[in-house]
């Protein structure tokens, strides 16, 4: 199974994804694109979709050996896991995005010292990848063009909003610190993992 963390920059993926490592290990491996593979000075689209592809792939694997992979600390739409040429192979998928308000995003983007200048970028993502996690079909474009060419994105073309197969799930971090956000995402996994992983 691939467990997915996913939200805009700054709402604390990697951070999660280092703070439950240990409590689901050895049964989750646990894992962000720039572990899986080398990353390019600059990385496009279609290397992100190329990479969650090799995550898939991970995954795939590790089932055989009846463990699970849970990729957190990029900002991966969970419409790229589904349209990656070997999704159909994996036994399970279930995505969470961590989600923050607006102005509890641009703090955390000043603290991270992010360019002021690309604030509106992030904040548009976020926006976008809301929208994405209930509706398929809103602005798919925004991942398709200039996408990775090996992409399955006739998988979900004709899905809608309310499909049972796009069904994710969100926390919101706005008001809640590290620990809680950990455990919040700690409970979710285990809720979607099968009962005997952790």
């Known amino acids: 199974m691939l467990l997915l963390i996913t939200g805009a920059s700054g709402v604390g993926k990697t951070t999660v994804r280092l703070r439950v490592r240990a409590?689901?290990?050895?049964?989750?491996?646990?894992?962000?694109?720039?572990?899986?593979?080398?990353?390019?000075?600059?990385?496009?689209?279609?290397?992100?979709?190329?990479?969650?592809?090799?995550?898939?792939q991970r995954a795939v694997s590790l089932q055989a050996q009846g463990k699970h992979l849970l990729l957190a600390g990029d900002p991966v739409p969970p419409g790229e896991v589904v349209a990656a040429p070997s999704f159909d192979r994996l036994e399970g998928f279930a995505a969470c995005l961590l989600d923050l308000q607006p102005h509890a995003h641009r703090q955390r983007l000043a603290q991270r010292r992010d360019p002021e200048e690309l604030w509106p970028l992030h904040l548009a993502f976020a926006e976008w990848m809301r929208h994405h996690l209930r509706d398929p079909q809103h602005l798919p474009a925004a991942i398709q063009q200039g996408g990775w060419e090996q992409m399955q994105w006739q998988r979900w073309a004709a899905w809608t909003a309310g499909d049972p197969r796009w069904n994710f799930a969100s926390i919101d971090t706005t008001d809640l610190g590290?620990?809680?956000?950990?455990?919040?995402?700690?409970?979710?996994?285990r809720a979607v993992l099968p009962h005997s992983a952790v």
């Open 23 to 56: 409590a689901l290990a050895p049964a989750v491996e646990d894992a962000e694109l720039s572990t899986l593979v080398p990353i390019p000075e600059l990385p496009s689209l279609a290397w992100r979709q190329e990479v969650v592809e090799t995550a898939v």
């Open 178 to 189: 590290p620990e809680e956000v950990a455990s919040a995402v700690l409970k979710w996994c």
